[in-house]
Each structure stands twice: as structure tokens, then as C-alpha cells.
Nanobody, 129 residues
Framework: VQLQASGGGLVQSGDSLRLSCEASGRTFSNYVMGWFRQAPGKEREFVAGVSWSASKTYYTDSVKGRFIISLDNTKNTAYLQMSRLQPEDTAVYYC???????????????????????WGQGTQVTVSS
């Protein structure tokens, strides 16, 4: 699976931004897509995820109500709509894919980077105060 992330940029506090992750290489009906971020000096952390087949979503607490993850199956693209951005959202954002034919995400959403096998390049999001 090849993933291509885009859409990052420099915005002000309170602004919105939409990230895109275009996937290619195979069918994705048994995949979970995730967005992670990594700020300088910090570990990579889970932000949001969506299952490709059932469109089930999961968010980390700090972005609930502000970020929305979605899919466009016709374009094999996952999106992360980010609203009310804050300086603490500043990070490099990565999209990732996890092959999950058993739909284990129903019981426990995969939150660790090691649980995802394919990664896109990062896209920088910088939020100024």
C-alpha cells in the first residue's frame, strides 16, 4: 500500500485545515486508516482513525469535537478535517494503514504506530498563536 499525504501548512490559532491521504496499490476493504502526529521531541501519537469498510471512526480525546476523519472510497482517499486549531496541534502529521481482515478494531482500536504496516510521508502543520 502506498500512501500520499498532503494538505499541511501554516495557519493561525482557531483556523481550519484539511489533510488528505491518497492510497493506492490494492483494495482497501479490509484496512483501517489512521492519522498520527509527531511534535518535536515527542513520540508519535494517534490522532484519528477510520475503518475502510464500515466507516467506523475513533478519535483521541484531545481532538474530539474539533477533528473529523472521513473517506472518499471513489478516490481511495482519507481526509482529516481539522477545526479550531491550536498551537498544541503543531506537528508533522502522518497517515497510516493497517490490514485488519478480522475487524479487530471493533473490539480495540489500534492506537500504536507499530500496529500499522504502511505509512505515508509526513505533512507539517504549524499553528501560530
Amino acid at each position: 500500500v502506498q500512501l500520499q499525504a498532503s494538505g499541511g501548512g501554516l495557519v493561525q490559532s482557531g483556523d481550519s485545515l484539511r489533510l488528505s491521504c491518497e492510497a493506492s496499490g490494492r483494495t482497501f476493504s479490509n484496512y483501517v486508516m489512521g492519522w498520527f502526529r509527531q511534535a518535536p521531541g515527542k513520540e508519535r501519537e494517534f490522532v484519528a482513525g477510520v475503518s475502510w469498510s464500515a466507516s467506523k471512526t475513533y478519535y483521541t480525546d484531545s481532538v474530539k469535537g474539533r477533528f473529523i476523519i472521513s473517506l472518499d472510497n471513489t478516490k481511495n482517499t482519507a481526509y482529516l478535517q481539522m477545526s479550531r486549531l491550536q498551537p498544541e496541534d503543531t506537528a508533522v502529521y502522518y497517515c497510516a494503514a493497517r490490514f485488519d481482515p478480522g475487524r479487530l478494531y471493533i473490539f480495540n482500536w489500534p492506537l500504536l504506530p507499530d500496529q500499522y504496516g504502511d505509512w505515508g510521508q509526513g505533512t507539517q502543520v504549524t499553528v501560530s498563536s
